[in-house]
C-alpha cells in the first residue's frame, strides 16, 4: 500500500489517539484532584451531627480565647452571626504577649472562627454557651493543679508565657476529643469536616507545646523554683484526674521509658506507646472544662453547661438525680 493510500488511515489513528490521550488525561485529572465519593453511605447520619454539634462547646471557648488574647476582642466583631445570640464570654481581654506570639495567636482565633462556620454549615449548631475567660478561674485551675494556691495568683493575661501555659490548657482537649469521636462517625461529608478540624486542631496544640518546649526548664516568674515543664505536667496530671478514665496527657517533658520508642524524653507531642493520639469520650471532655470531674456539674470554662444534645443531656442526669 503506498503513502498516500496510508495517509488516510494515519490520519484516523492519530485523531483517534488524541482523543483516547485527551480523554485519559481529563479523567486522570478529575481523580487526582476530585477524588471519589463513596458509592455507599450517606453524607451525614443522625449520630453524627450530636458529636460534631459538640465539639461547639470547645470550639467556642477556643475561639473567644485566641481572638481576644491577641486583638482584645472576640466573635461578636469578627462574625457575630455566629454568635447566635449567645452572651458574650466573661473576662476576656487582650494579653501582654510578643509579637511573634501575638500573630500566632490571631491566626489560631481566625482559625477558629472558620472551625465554627464549618460545623454550623455542614450539621448545624447552638448559640453560644456563656464561657468563663476571667483569670480568676484560670487561678483557680492552676491552684488545683498544683494542690495549693499559688502566691499570687497566676494571671493568663499577664506575659506571654502565662499566656502560652493557659494556652496549654484548652487545644489539648479539642484535639482528644476529635480523635475519640472518629470511630463513631460514618457519614462521608462528616468524616472529612472531622478530620479537617482535627488536623487544625493538632497543629495548633503542636505549635504550642512547642513554643513552650524551647523554655521548657526556666522559671515562671514569680513562682520560684516552677519550671514551665513543671507546669505542664502538672496540668497533664489535672485533666487525667478530671477525665477519669485512666493516663491519657502527658507534661513536655517525661521519663525515658515514656518517651517515643523509650528513646526520648522530649514530650512535644502527647500521645500513646504507639505513637498514636490518645482519645477521649464527650463525658471525659466535660470534665474537665468543667473543672468539676463530674459532666453533669457545670463549672469552669462553661458555667452554666455546654450546648448541644449530648452535653445536656448530660446535665439533666443530675436535674433527675436531685429531683428523686
Not at 460534631?52 to 475561639?63: I, P, R, S
Not at 480568676?136 to 488545683?144: C, G, Q
Not at 497543629?203 to 521548657?216: N, P
Request: charged share 20%.
Amino acid at each position: 500500500m503506498g503513502t498516500s493510500q496510508r495517509f488516510p488511515q494515519l490520519i484516523t489513528f492519530f485523531a483517534l489517539s488524541v482523543l483516547i490521550f485527551q480523554t485519559h488525561h481529563s479523567n486522570a485529572f478529575y481523580f487526582h484532584c476530585n477524588p471519589h465519593l463513596p458509592v455507599l453511605g450517606r453524607p451525614i447520619y443522625p449520630t453524627d451531627i450530636d458529636l460534631l454539634q459538640f465539639a461547639l462547646n470547645l470550639e467556642y471557648l477556643e475561639t473567644e480565647w485566641f481572638l481576644n488574647g491577641a486583638l482584645g476582642y472576640g466573635l461578636d466583631n469578627i462574625a457575630p452571626r455566629l454568635a447566635a445570640g449567645g452572651p458574650p464570654p466573661l473576662g476576656a481581654k487582650i494579653a501582654k504577649l510578643d509579637n511573634l506570639t501575638k500573630e500566632i495567636i490571631a491566626e489560631f482565633g481566625y482559625q477558629e472562627v472558620g472551625h465554627l462556620r464549618a460545623i454550623k454549615s455542614t450539621v448545624g449548631g447552638f448559640p453560644r454557651p456563656l464561657i468563663d475567660l476571667r483569670a480568676r478561674n484560670f487561678a483557680k485551675i492552676m491552684d488545683n493543679a498544683f494542690g495549693y494556691n499559688l502566691d499570687p495568683p497566676f494571671n493568663p493575661y499577664l506575659n506571654t508565657i502565662n499566656y502560652l501555659l493557659a494556652s496549654y490548657i484548652i487545644p489539648y482537649v479539642g484535639l482528644v476529643g476529635y480523635v475519640g469521636a472518629s470511630p463513631n462517625i460514618n457519614g462521608y461529608v462528616s468524616k472529612g469536616l472531622l478530620t479537617g478540624l482535627l488536623a487544625v486542631e493538632s497543629g495548633q496544640d503542636a505549635v504550642i507545646r512547642t513554643l513552650l518546649y524551647q523554655k521548657a526548664e526556666e522559671i515562671v516568674p514569680p513562682y520560684k523554683n516552677l519550671t514551665v515543664a513543671d507546669f505542664t505536667a502538672h496540668i497533664s496530671c489535672l485533666r487525667d484526674r478530671l477525665g477519669a478514665c485512666g493516663d491519657k496527657d502527658e507534661g513536655l517533658i517525661v521519663s525515658r521509658n515514656s518517651g517515643a520508642e523509650r528513646r526520648t524524653s522530649s514530650n512535644i507531642l502527647s500521645a500513646d506507646s504507639n505513637s498514636l493520639g490518645y482519645r477521649r469520650t464527650p463525658a471525659e471532655i466535660l470534665r474537665i472544662v468543667y473543672g468539676t470531674g463530674d459532666e453533669s456539674r457545670p463549672g469552669g470554662f462553661l458555667p452554666r453547661g455546654g450546648g448541644g444534645k449530648l452535653a445536656t443531656e448530660m446535665l439533666k442526669f443530675r436535674l433527675n438525680d436531685h429531683l428523686n
